[in-house]
């Protein structure tokens, strides 16, 4: 993989309902009303939803507790063991487009309901691309022999926020998917994903996805 910001666009990932009501805050027990809402929210947000990711590929190395990502250098013991048998990262921006915000941003006033449901489309579909893009990540590494781990993002753990700077600068995210971030540190659009994937001969050792994380208390985290 060549170490220049490369740029994919994907046709709309598979979609679920059951994630969408999830997020909503809906889950198990929602009811006929709340699935019809929420395919009702799917349907008005679909023509909206763009799917683009940029990304480049670094090498990874160890020096203490510092990580050498290639872009940034970082003393983060969370993602230390996130990259246990790494020699490079994928470090990747995801957004599925300002469509979506300006949809909720019209239904936050006139019907809170269905902003809400918006909100949870937008939170799934963001993660389902990101599932995808992670998913061919895994398959063109297994080419080489490679395993990918799971992906982590500045914020998770003891992984600074801050290091959204290095990640804009180096992907140059405007310029390829229109993907801003403010003083603030937020990012626009909002329904937007950045975050370093680790890959190497080692890589598949170890807990993935929810399991890796500490935060057994999260709102979304996925049972087993």
Do not use: H
Request: aromatic content about 6%.
């Amino acid at each position: 993989m060549a170490n220049a910001v490369l740029v994919r666009t994907y046709a709309e990932p598979p979609v679920s309902m059951d994630e969408i009501l999830r997020y909503s805050g809906a889950g198990r027990s929602a009811d006929a009303r709340m699935a019809q809402l929420a395919g009702a929210c799917f349907d008005l947000a679909r023509e909206s939803l763009t799917y683009r990711v940029c990304w480049r590929e670094f090498p990874v190395l160890r020096r203490g507790d510092t990580l050498d990502l290639g872009f940034a250098e970082v003393s983060s013991a969370a993602l230390r063991r996130n990259l246990q048998g790494c020699d490079a990262v994928v470090l990747f921006a995801a957004t599925v487009g300002i469509g979506i915000d300006r949809l909720i941003a019209r239904y936050e006033t006139s019907s809170p309901a269905r902003a809400l449901m918006l909100q949870a489309v937008g939170a799934e579909r963001i993660e389902a691309l990101c599932d995808a893009f992670c998913a061919d990540i895994a398959s063109e590494a297994a080419a080489s022999g490679r395993a990918a781990r799971p992906r982590f993002s500045p914020g998770y753990g003891d992984l600074p926020i801050e290091l959204q700077r290095d990640v804009f600068r180096v992907l140059e995210c405007p310029k390829w998917i229109g993907l801003t971030l403010n003083d603030s540190l937020m990012m626009s659009p909002t329904k937007s994903v950045t975050a370093i994937v680790g890959l190497g001969c080692d890589a598949a050792r170890g807990p993935a996805g929810c399991a890796a994380c500490a935060n057994s208390d999260c709102d979304y985290r996925k049972e087993r």
